[in-house]
């Protein structure tokens, strides 16, 4: 069964949680005894409806609030596949938990409300959608009860978006825009019986159609090596076995290979999964790989195929950046690099320009990127790392920076 | 006829690849991480995926149980047995222990439960082994302070959980990096759901411990649910065993897990009643009902 992992966007109040809470309901995802909690709960608040963001806001300073502070991770199921969602929070003070739930995601949902149109957030999440490289972004102009479900409305919110899409979409990009209401559950999974002008799919309809053809099977071929199998055990007295999944390509038993970044050359014996023995594995396969002669690989190398390209070994180079942290990104700082696996130290020398995330321009000569701002770095690893583009392979091409003295992720990149 | 196959489709082999690949990360990042093994099926999905990362390994980390004293004895054999199947080390502790030091108090009423006191044994377990991850089966699905947790999610000294706090997690990047003292609680199955899990152990034809079939047991009805009857539950006058045919969707403390009523005594049953059952799993769970924010609660004190 396949698996199809969203994430919702859009400003604080939009309806993001009242929306996948509808989802859930409309799909018959809620257990009575969870139904009768939210129809306690509700009431408590004072409130002659059912209020859906309930089911997701679930610590208890989001329902004091009334808002999502972090993700929440939700599931629900239909014949054709299974659906991860991360509901993530709208205020820009969240954007960090806001970029941890879409990291994983292949559709974004962007939420506007039909009364205020397009807004700051708006423009902050395309940008992030478009840095992530998500597949598909459907804008889901929410709250069209509120204005008499007018085609006109819809129409202008489409219209004044139109400028900001063309600049921010990358080439694969499918963008679409819904006219919903969550809160009465139209276009949600039954198509608006108050908007008759709407002829296209509902949302569930949309996400039920996207096929996502990954394409990750055909990059070229990344095996991070995640930890050495040696069990020293009678029966396995010499077995070496090299355990990771597969970042993307394709790898065969008898495959020549090269271990990055010594540059060592061998070829496949086995490849196993568990007890059984495969003739290949693909993109996201966690395996155990055998080689046909004695080698020092360690945690952290990278096994590639002979026969394609070498992966870049990135030692000076150039990426774009979303920063996570209050203390703000400062050149000349040293930082701990995770990329996959692998961690290194990591200098950022400069930082070539921040982007205005509402126009869209690049300003040059900054000195520092503040929590949530997006920018283009150059940095410098004290190892090199076996990194591919991220607009090439994104299976390889992502990085985080980690704080070496809080120990916390501070900001996420991608190498350009 | 449909199969089961037929209305929740196979198993997501994605989900145990993305496990597999997170006990692996576990071992490789630290220097002392465990394995906390409840005896549920959720644990014993765990160790059968650890099995599997390490293969032809050993399992790399012990299996720590925590022991209330109030398990099913169905619970404790299984526990022993696996442990035994697996050649993993086995390590328990018990509540009993800290009770007797003066460090955890037995709760009094009809409600008393064992439950909340375990995070006591379990802290100064950790403190014991200088445990710097933990491993557990909790699932998001389940609750929703649960759907709130990262993969990896940092504890301080006191094995407090802040969940606003916590560290930005992307992609499939996992930062275990710790302070001396603080440790990490680690969850591979974040994204499986119940049925998920169900379907999991079909397929990888997986022994569970007996009580998740049906069997016949003495039990009370309190509350419109079915509860073990046991030495350990403070029964009221009017509430008189009677024998009724059980089995257990979730299973946790005598004092703390309800039954139901079921015939099913195979796993293809046991997935029908699942899907056209009207209340969820944590609805079986008397722990989870004492407040809306009871399981966030717990969290904060380290519960896992
Ligand atoms: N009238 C109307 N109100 C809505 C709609 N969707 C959400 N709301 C309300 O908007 C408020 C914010 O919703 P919530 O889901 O918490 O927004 P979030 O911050 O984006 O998650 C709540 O009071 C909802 O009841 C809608 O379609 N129509
Ligand atoms: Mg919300």
Redesign the interface.
Known sequence: ???LRIATAGSVDDGKSTLIGRLLYETNSI????IE?LES?SKRKGLDFLDLSL???????E?EQGIT???????F?T?TR?Y?IADTPGHVEYT??M??GA??AKVSLILVDARQGVVEQTARHLSIAAMLRIPKVIICVNKMDLVQYQESTFNAIKESLSELVTQTTFEGQEISFLPISSLYGQNITQKASEMPWYSGNTLLGELEAFEYASTLAHAPARFPV??V???M?E??HD?R?Y???ISSGTFKVGDSIRVLPTGQESTIATI????SKLDQAIA???V?ITLTTDIDIS?GNTLVLASEDQAPQLKDFSAQVCW?DHTALTPGKTY?L?H??NMTKAKISQITERLDVATQTATEGVSSLQLNEIGTIALRTAQPIAADQYAANPANG???L?DEFS???VG?GFVK | MQTIQDKIGHFPRQLEDESIYILREVAAQFERPALLFSGGKDSITLVRLAQKAFFPGKIPFPLVHIDTGHNFPETIEFRDWLAKETGAELIVRYVQDSINQGKAKEESGKYASRNVLQTVTLLDTIEEFKFDACIGGARRDEEKARAKERIFSVRDDFGQWDAKRQRPELFDMLNGRIAVGENVRVFPISNWTELDVWNYIKEEKMEIPSIYYSHKRQVIERDGMLWADSEYLNKEADEIPFEATVRFRTVGDMTCTAAVSSDATDIDVIIEEILSAEISERGARIDDKRSEAAMEKRKQQGYF
Do not use: C, W
Request: glycine share 8%; aromatic share 8%; hydrophobic share 40%.
């Open positions: 069964m396949d698996i257990t009575k005894d969870k909690a709960a089911l997701t806001d679930g610590l208890i300073a329902r502070i972090d993700v929440a991770h939700i599931y199921s014949p299974k991860i960090r938990n970029v941890t990291s994983n995640q930890f199998v040696r069990p055990t029966a396995y077995y076995g355990a990771g999944k196993e999964k568990f007890d996201g396969d966690s155990t945690r996570l701990l995770q996959g696996i992502a990085f985080i980690i120990n916390s992720t996420v």
